[in-house]
């Protein structure tokens, strides 16, 4: 067997492995959104209680309670509304990748393999960089989805806290809770501004080294991989 099709079979199995994360990637997003929905469920089960507790020991009316409530709700719905798009936007990514290289591998074999062992080894360099781009999108779904669950266990321990006073819960209990809980937001959102940069780095460097190659491959190969244009 030539170089060439030493590096074709094993640009193959590259593919393989990168569709079956696809795969791996689907059970991901539907765990998850099956852990969203149970997660506002759960949410809005003890706030209703809370609120029906303040309301009975007379602490709180109800009006003011959601009024109080208003932004840390919103503001949870709407990570919960990005992860969603977040998800859905990687998963697609992770197709689409997968289709493009798939593609262009097939017009390298109906070129044949005979001296193409320069540009196959080009070719097999353009998935690496295509993989490690993925994996940094990876890290940023992981990380986005690892502040929600903190954010939501957050809430909820506060939430069931407060539910444990019983009757004897007060609205200085809520005022302390939110506090805390905004507090504890503002840090996180820091956090994720100093990753994401990073990130942003990472995805330039990734990016100009794809550049590159994709150059180095034109130039070698009258077939440009679409993923580039």
Known sequence: MSNAEDMLKLTE???????????????????TH?????????RGTMSMQLKEALAH???????????????????????????????????????????????NLAKHKVDGVT??????????????DIQASQKTREEEVRNM???????????????????????EVRIRDVKIMLENIRSKRMQWQEEAKQTASRWREMAISLAAKRAERRNTYMATTETTPSFFR
């Open 13 to 31: 199995e590259i593919i393989s492995s990168y569709e079956s994360r696809i795969s791996s990637v689907c059970t991901i997003i539907d765990n």
């Open 34 to 42: 099956q852990m969203l929905d149970d997660f506002k469920e759960n």
């Open 57 to 103: 020991g007379k602490s709180l009316r109800k009006k003011d309670y959601d009024n109080m409530m208003k932004d840390i709700v919103e503001s949870q719905e709407i990570m919960e509304d990005e992860a969603r798009v977040l998800l859905k936007t990687y998963l697609d990514e992770q197709k689409d990748a997968a289709k493009t290289i798939r593609e």
């Open 115 to 128: 001296g193409e062992a320069g540009r196959i080894n080009n070719f097999r360099t353009i998935i690496t």
């Open 145 to 167: 989805l690892t502040t929600f669950r903190n954010d939501h266990k957050m809430l909820s321990e506060s939430l069931r806290s407060l539910l444990k006073k019983g009757t």
